[in-house]
């Protein structure tokens, strides 16, 4: 199971640019969302005018499911500079895949829980790391695709695209960077670097 929880309002309200599109996941059995805090968040930044729309529906994490709904939507994810989106890490990645051309970021973070861990028929992966890199990476998740979960870059080992860990595996971060030159958001890489928290990593079940 996993948990998800808000990022802080100044880091969610920075992503937005002048409007954003929101895509909410109520969710699936395996995963808890803060949905309250979400929908406070959410009346106030559409009171403020920064929102286009908003779509709530369960697994974003299902692409069918997700075009369906997005397609109905183009007009307002059009006008839309950023879409975030209120998921854990797979619903985001679902996303950023589905609209490869557009801002997509993640609003929450992903935490672990103990139990049943559901399932996918994607080929993303989240590893509920709790410090959501997304935003950085062009909705692909640094921990999972690459081998060794480096955040700050390419380790320089990569060969022909491949990585050196595994050679039949694509370079996590060569894909991150032509997805953020796809975007045109190259310049998030000279974000100051990141150190990564392992005190987030945690089982919050008994907290
Ligand atoms: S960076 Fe990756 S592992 Fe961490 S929460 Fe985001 S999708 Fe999950
Ligand atoms: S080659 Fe790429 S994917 Fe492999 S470990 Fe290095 S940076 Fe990560």
């Known amino acids: 199971m996993l948990i998800t929880r808000l990022k802080d309002k100044e880091v969610i309200e920075s992503l937005i640019g002048k409007k954003a599109f929101?895509?909410?996941c109520h969710g699936c059995k395996e995963v808890s969302f803060p949905e309250e805090e979400a929908n406070a968040l959410q009346k106030e930044l559409k009171?403020?005018?920064?929102?286009?729309?908003?779509?709530?529906?369960?697994?974003?994490?299902?692409?069918?499911?997700?075009?369906?709904?997005?397609?109905?939507y183009a007009k307002e994810i059009e006008e839309a500079d950023t879409v975030l989106v209120f998921s854990c890490g797979?619903?985001?990645?679902?996303i950023a895949e589905y609209?490869?051309?557009?801002?997509?970021?993640?609003?929450?973070?992903?935490?672990p829980l103990p139990g049943y861990q559901?399932?996918?028929?994607?080929?993303?992966?989240?590893?509920?790391?709790?410090?959501?890199y997304?935003?950085?990476t062009g909705g692909i998740c640094p921990i999972t695709a690459c081998s060794k979960s480096l955040?700050?870059?390419q380790c320089g080992g990569a060969k022909e695209g491949k990585c050196?860990?595994?050679?039949?595996m694509e370079c996590g971060w060569e894909r991150i960077y032509r997805r953020l030159a796809q975007v045109g958001r190259l310049d998030v890489l000279k974000c100051p670097v990141q150190v990564r928290n392992f005190a987030t990593y945690k089982d919050l079940s008994n907290e």
């Open 90 to 94: 797979i619903g985001v990645q679902t």
């Open 47 to 72: 009171d403020a005018g920064k929102l286009t729309g908003i779509i709530t529906t369960d697994y974003v994490c299902n692409p069918e499911n997700m075009k369906l709904r997005l397609e109905r």
């Open 134 to 136: 997304l935003n950085i």
């Open 151 to 153: 955040i700050n870059g």
């Open 99 to 111: 609209m490869p051309e557009k801002k997509v970021c993640a609003a929450c973070d992903t935490y």
């Open 164 to 168: 050196e860990v595994d050679h039949n």
């Open 118 to 132: 559901g399932v996918t028929p994607l080929e993303h992966d989240c590893d509920q790391c709790g410090e959501c």
């Open 22 to 24: 929101v895509v909410n």
